[in-house]
Structures are given as C-alpha cells and as structure tokens.
C-alpha cells in the first residue's frame, strides 16, 4: 500500500495458515483497514508514515504470530488489536521506532502460553500506551 488511500477502509484477511505481509508506506494509505489474522501462521504489518494505520484494527491470530512495526506517527490511535478468542497463545511483537509511534495504543498480549515483546524506540514513542498482560 504506497499511493495515497490505496489500502484505505481495505478489509484484508488471511488465513489457511499463511504468512502475510503488509506494508503502508505514505500517509494515510492503511487507515480504516481492517486486518483479519485469525487463521494465519504468520502476520506483519508495517505503518511508517503519520497516520498510516491510523483506526485500522487488527485481528491476532489464534496460535500464530502477530508483528507491528511502527514509524514515527505510524500507529497512532490504532482502532483496535483484538484476539479472535480468550485464551490464545499466539505472539505479539510491537516495534515502536519513532516519535509518538505507538501514541494511545492498546496492546492486548496474549494469555500464557503465548509471548509478548514491545519495544519503544524513541522518545514518546510509547506515550499513552497501554500494554495489558492477564
């Protein structure tokens, strides 16, 4: 997703176990996206600009991994990141690299068995964000 509003309000799923990669590169181009994992072994999702992923939601996969990279600005007020159900034991990595990066994020970890890893690159990058671990 590189041109303007070229993944905007995209709902994109993956599933049958595949690994998936998304990267919005230019502003605005993820937001309002809508990324379904639940069945994936693998995704990653890559907002490098200013509210690139701005009130996109994310659906974790059940047992695979997630991956979020986020820029300066890129991630934003990220809608939502839900798990498709209680219990999962999946992995999150969030990477906030960048000045309010991750700015107002919620970030559900996955229940034991599962990892978690979210690392704050930059001053701000983590401002507002709330890391939730049962």
């Known amino acids: 997703c590189d041109s303007s509003h070229s993944c905007f309000g995209c709902t994109i799923t993956c599933g049958n176990h595949m690994d998936c990669a998304i990267a919005c590169t230019g502003s605005d181009v993820c937001k309002n996206m809508a990324f379904q994992c639940a069945d994936a072994n693998s995704c990653e999702l890559t ?8 009130k996109t939601s994310l659906l974790l996969p059940t047992t695979g991994s997630m991956t979020l990279n986020c820029g300066p600005y890129g ?6 990141i ?5 219990g999962s034991a999946g992995s999150l990595t969030v990477n906030c690299n960048g000045e309010y990066s991750c700015k107002d994020l919620d970030i559900p970890c996955p229940d034991a068995p599962g990892t978690c890893t979210v690392t704050c690159g930059n001053s701000y990058a983590c401002y507002l964000t709330d890391i939730v671990a049962s």
Not at 75 to 80: A, F, H, R, S, V
């Open 75 to 80: 991630c934003g007020d990220i809608q939502e």
């Open 82 to 86: 839900y798990h498709h159900v209680s």
């Open 47 to 54: 907002c490098t600009d200013v509210d690139d992923c701005r």
